[in-house]
């Protein structure tokens, strides 16, 4: 399957300011594979390096004298000549040598002809444990699960990708088409987007087969709350993981810690939303006390919401059924709400970085909130998923706000429009948002 980040990967290839180059996401987002991928279209060849599967090679990286006695060390255990630029060298799992990591900084220091390319699923666990970490001297790349757009490529929908993508104007889209996208977008909300369970999905088309690898899946995040050096933290880490769902369905979203136990506290369980977070299994949307600043001023860092960095894992957690998401009229139901949310923080992540909220610190009256807050081109947008009475809910922060220049965001099940400084936009087009915002702008 076609990855979006190979374009990325490609360009730091040809860059002149190339550093070694540290691939991080969820476990099972495809890292591996999509580094043995560009090694093999992009290089002459590729040396890869499993720190997990063979420990001997922790010892190449035990005080070496210099970068190339290190590269003739690989060189033996590679059993083949490593050439600069036109081999690929790839540490999979690096996190099980930080000598390794750490030495990445000479490589560009002393030697950065050499192309190194590394990856660990737990590596920000790791960091955060040992403080170890070449500041400066590396560049990252983070890999999130499959999107809605290299689903559809994946599907053979490429031309609804391109259609979108060369959007000069907001015009209702075709019926044929609308049709066919939310097909496709509801089975992709039900798959979620981890390349195992969509290779299977395009091999067996069996739904039975889909929801054993996704138990599969959880099972194995789970089992790696082991990796928690604290004994009490590792028990603190599956209990958060196991409430977020039951937040999600609720109105507000916020994470609750009475929903963990009545006497739970945030002192007591922000260390194992912090290692969650270094996981990559969840994603944070802090509450924001002014919607009009800037994203990161004015942050209210003892509220937030918390998202699973895969839709798919919270259809199995759910144990939702295909034919409750296929056959549900509006996607934005409340029984699929929180599935939709979840997409959204998702998609908005990946595309702009970070996601904030707002409520207003006086609730007396009607509630007013924006589900999410995003920045693009240094302006701050306001985001709603559409809810009943989301329109009353637009013209209340209006009132509010009357100056604020930016339109608000909709995203609803089907109108694709901009009226009255308000964007509505489907979901299964938020994928597109920044061409829809370079449009509108």
């Known amino acids: ?71 003739e060390k690989l060189i033996v255990v590679f059993g083949e000549n490593i050439y600069p630029e036109k081999t690929l060298i790839i540490l999979d799992e690096i996190q099980k040598c930080m000598k390794a990591y750490t030495y990445l900084k000479y490589f560009h220091e002393e030697a950065n002809e050499y192309h190194i390319i590394c990856a660990g699923s737990l ?38 990708v391109e259609y979108f993508e060369k959007i000069t104007d907001i015009e209702n889209i075709p019926d044929e088409m609308f049709h066919s996208l939310i097909n496709s977008f509801k089975l992709y909300l039900f798959l979620g987007g981890l390349p195992e369970v969509l ?36 028990s603190k880490v599956k209990e958060v993981f196991n409430a977020i769902p039951d937040n999600l369905s609720k109105v507000s979203k916020r994470f609750n810690y009475s929903s963990i136990s009545k006497n739970a ?22 509450k924001k006390t002014n919607p009009l600043s800037s994203l990161r001023s004015d942050t209210d860092k003892d509220f937030y919401r918390l998202y699973f960095s895969d839709t ?91 100056n604020k220049a930016e339109p608000i965001i909709l995203i609803n099940d089907k109108k694709l429009m901009l009226n009255d400084n308000v964007f509505y936009i489907p979901i299964f087009l938020v994928d597109f948002l920044i061409y829809f915002l370079n449009v509108i702008k």
């Open 312 to 402: 798919g894992i919270l259809t199995n957690i759910y144990d939702t059924a295909f034919k409750n998401v296929a056959l549900d009229n509006t996607i934005l139901s409340d029984e699929n709400n929180a599935l939709s949310i979840n997409y959204v923080q998702n998609t908005l992540c990946r595309l702009f970085g970070e996601t904030r909220y707002w409520v207003p610190e006086d609730t007396k009256n009607d509630r007013v909130e924006m589900d999410f807050l995003i920045n693009f081109e240094h302006k701050t947008y306001p985001i709603i998923v559409n809810i009943p009475l989301s329109r009353k809910n637009v013209n209340k922060f209006k009132k509010m706000y009357p």
């Open 1 to 71: 399957m076609k990855r979006i980040q190979m374009k990325e990967l490609v360009d730091w290839k040809n860059s002149q300011t190339r550093k070694p180059l540290v691939i991080k996401g969820v476990r099972q987002s495809g890292k591996t594979w999509i580094m043995k991928e560009f090694g093999r279209t992009e290089y002459e060849n590729f040396a890869y390096f499993n720190f997990e599967r063979n420990e001997n090679l922790n010892s190449i990286f035990d005080n070496p004298s210099s970068p190339q006695k290190v590269i």
């Open 265 to 286: 506290r945030k002192r007591d369980y922000g260390s194992a939303v912090d290692w969650l977070e270094r996981a990559h299994l969840i994603q944070r949307s802090f």
């Open 123 to 160: 590596l920000g666990v790791t960091i955060a444990e040992t403080g170890v970490e070449p500041v400066g001297k590396v560049e990252f790349l983070y890999l999130n699960p499959l999107s809605f757009t290299e689903f559809l490529i994946a599907n053979n929908e490429q031309n609804y």
């Open 199 to 234: 290779n299977t999905w395009f091999v067996t088309k069996n739904i039975k087969s889909i929801k054993k690898i996704k138990e599969s899946l959880i099972i194995g995040y789970i089992n790696d709350f082991r990796n928690v050096k604290d004994g009490q933290v590792e």
